[in-house]
């Protein structure tokens, strides 16, 4: 019986006499000098394996977001929550002045309105601007406070969710980093369960 073995430089398979076990051979396909192993040494690299080094694992390792396996302490989430909710509050303090100065505007002078086209609804418009920007700034304002509290996990996700939404075009910019950042943060587990701890 022939010893078989792969050639240590360009692995093609290299016969030999079985008497030859110890000597070196010569590749025929590259030249390179190999060491003949002992038969029955070296497996055949042709044949299938027990081991499959490209199978697909048999289950895959949980995503690791940085938390304990124990879960956060309410005291940690908010460290965690402090950066996008503070990012949110500001934007909902410079969305409401921009709201307020609106209305302002409006009740000052409201002859800005007398040279619109009537047909046009820019009462109607304004309206549903100013209180739509109203409703959306109050639940980013409660949504802030649930993260800076820890507590209404649910008012959290809604008012991250509300930062998203572009009530308003002059804050909506401002606020939309902070809210990716809020979803990031919110989409941990271990955050999550910290609104449920007492």
């Given at each position: 019986?022939?010893?078989?073995?792969?050639?240590?430089t360009?692995?093609?398979?290299?016969?030999?006499?079985?008497?030859?076990?110890g000597?070196?051979?010569?590749?025929?396909?590259?030249?390179?000098?190999?060491?003949i192993?002992?038969?029955?040494?070296?497996?055949?690299?042709?044949?299938?394996?027990a081991?499959?080094?490209?199978?697909?694992?048999?289950?895959?390792?949980?995503?690791?977001?940085?938390?304990?396996?124990?879960?956060?302490?309410?005291?940690?989430?908010?460290?965690?929550?402090?950066?996008?909710?503070?990012?949110?509050?500001?934007t909902?303090a410079?969305?409401?002045?921009?709201?307020?100065?609106?209305?302002?505007?409006?009740?000052?002078?409201?002859?800005?309105?007398?040279?619109?086209?009537?047909?046009?609804?820019?009462?109607?418009?304004?309206?549903?601007?100013?209180?739509?920007?109203?409703?959306?700034?109050?639940?980013?304002?409660?949504g802030?406070?649930?993260?800076?509290?820890?507590?209404?996990?649910?008012?959290?996700m809604?008012?991250?969710?509300?930062?998203?939404?572009?009530?308003?075009?002059?804050?909506?910019?401002?606020?939309?980093?902070?809210?990716?950042?809020?979803?990031i943060?919110l989409?941990?587990?271990?955050?999550?369960?910290?609104?449920?701890?007492?």
């Amino acid at each position: 019986m022939a010893i078989e073995f792969a050639c240590s430089t360009c692995r093609a398979l290299i016969r030999t006499p079985d008497d030859s076990a110890g000597q070196t051979a010569r590749c025929p396909s590259c030249g390179s000098l190999s060491t003949i192993p002992a038969a029955g040494a070296a497996p055949n690299p042709f044949t299938e394996s027990a081991v499959n080094p490209y199978a697909t694992p048999a289950a895959a390792a949980p995503l690791d977001y940085g938390g304990s396996l124990s879960g956060l302490t309410r005291d940690e989430a908010r460290i965690r929550l402090f950066g996008p909710a503070i990012g949110i509050l500001i934007t909902v303090a410079v969305g409401t002045g921009f709201l307020l100065l609106f209305l302002l505007g409006v009740l000052i002078d409201p002859e800005v309105l007398q040279g619109m086209p009537k047909e046009s609804g820019i009462e109607v418009i304004l309206v549903s601007v100013f209180v739509g920007g109203f409703l959306s700034h109050l639940a980013q304002l409660i949504g802030a406070i649930a993260m800076l509290r820890v507590r209404g996990k649910v008012w959290a996700m809604l008012g991250t969710g509300a930062s998203l939404i572009p009530c308003n075009f002059y804050c909506f910019w401002l606020a939309f980093p902070f809210a990716i950042w809020g979803a990031i943060v919110l989409a941990n587990p271990d955050v999550r369960a910290a609104f449920d701890r007492p």
